[in-house]
């Protein structure tokens, strides 16, 4: 510990120039991750946040949410045998405010669920994004293909679908804008995935979300570069620390000759790894902690505290993975023939 301290303190240059990268790598890492966050929840925070359970759609919509449509019998079988089902349906559209401006929602009716809102006809429930485009309770709103009016009559925070702001309606409105008679979907929280019905596909939670493409297009590619930028680091481990083993060959040729055992050698570059790794992931954990906070209200960036420590916690690990790689070499090294290896 103490012969590890002091040879950070000797070549400060070598190992600030690490930590360094190491803390542009792992700051850049938590900002994807916190966009990854961000835009999952934009895309989709309507199904994110309910409980797991078991989504239904009809088997000959090819998994394609605006194919599905759901028959009055299926939809009824479902809704009297499990417990809380809900049948529902999700359509993009608009609505117009009092100055005709027109605003894109994703219009979202079901039965009657203590996980959507339940709102009477010529009535709407908002996503609360759409105060900060001037929508206020009490404004009413219009669509094109919708004969009557919808009265603002509460918000909710955080309700995205496809990245537009949630519109809550009663089903008669609904089935009048869209012209149809039928529901989409059917969702049945805590439900059993084993549970099959006649012309339904089922799906968890995690599959209907990659239903939506642009949900997992979106997540493929962040996570990617995610992963990526991980195993980055542990590459530059496994580079730094080898170039250090090979400038001290003659160093470890001597304290394996004075007694030192080779796992000590390795408890030394780990010690290195851990003291380096810990300050830079400190620093870049602070800062993404702090634009987390203060990142403006229109950027999708959710960064919890708990994935932090987890991809904390990958970093800690590849980098072991990588200082050991680097230190394999040691455990080959004999004392004399290092010992002339360094001299020369």
């Given at each position: ?14 190992f ?6 190491v803390?542009?790598?792992?700051l850049?890492?938590?900002m994807?991750?916190?966009l990854?966050n961000?835009?999952?929840q ?6 994110i ?15 394609t ?14 809704l ?21 401006k027109?605003?894109g929602v994703?219009f ?5 669920s ?6 009477k ?14 929508i206020?309770?009490g404004?009413?709103l ?18 995205k679908?496809?990245?537009s ?5 009663n ?10 008679n039928?529901?989409?979907?059917l ?6 995935d ?24 979106e ?5 990617m ?10 590459m ?8 250090m083993n090979?400038?001290?060959i003659?160093l470890?040729?001597?304290?394996k000759?004075?007694g ?12 290195q790894?851990i ?8 620093i870049?954990?602070?800062l993404?902690?702090?634009f987390?906070?203060?990142?403006p209200?229109g950027?999708?960036?959710?960064l919890?505290?708990a994935?932090t ?6 970093f ?9 790689l680097?230190?394999?070499?040691i455990?080959?090294i004999?004392?004399?023939?290092a ?6």
């Open positions: 510990m103490k012969l590890a301290l002091k040879e950070i303190k000797k070549n400060k240059a070598k600030v120039i690490l930590g360094s990268i803390f542009l790598v792992s850049l890492t938590f994807i991750s916190g990854a961000g835009l999952s934009d895309n989709a925070a309507l199904v946040d309910l409980p797991e359970g078991q989504f239904y759609m009809s088997d000959d919509a090819d998994q949410l605006n194919m599905s449509r759901i028959n009055e019998k299926s939809q009824q079988q479902v009297d045998e499990q417990e809380d089902a809900v049948a529902l349906s999700i359509q993009m559209g608009f609505v117009n405010d009092a100055a005709d027109q605003h994703a979202v009716t079901s039965t009657e203590p996980y959507f809102e339940n709102v006809a010529g009535e709407v429930v908002l996503d609360k994004s759409l105060q900060d485009k001037g206020q309770l404004d009413v219009t669509n094109n293909q919708f004969s009557g009016e919808l009265k603002v009559v509460g918000f909710v925070d955080l309700k679908f496809s990245h702001p949630v519109a809550y309606i089903i008669e409105n609904f089935k009048e804008i869209y012209r149809v039928e529901l989409q979907l969702y049945v929280p805590n439900g059993d084993t549970a099959q019905y006649a012309g339904l596909e089922g799906f968890s939670n995690k599959q209907f979300l990659n239903t939506i493409s642009s949900y997992k297009a997540q493929l590619s962040l996570n570069i995610v992963w990526f930028l991980v195993v980055i680091s542990g530059l481990f496994a580079i730094f620390f080898y170039m090979v400038q001290k003659g470890y040729g001597i304290l000759a004075i030192l055992k080779t796992s000590n050698l390795f408890v030394l570059i780990w010690t790894m003291v380096i790794t810990s300050i830079a992931l400190i870049s954990i602070t993404s902690q702090l987390n906070s203060f990142a209200s950027m999708p960036f959710t919890t505290f994935t420590l987890q991809l904390s916690g990958v800690l690990v590849i980098g072991f993975i990588g200082s050991t680097s230190g394999v070499q455990k080959n004999e004392p004399l023939q010992i002339q290896q360094g001299e020369a």
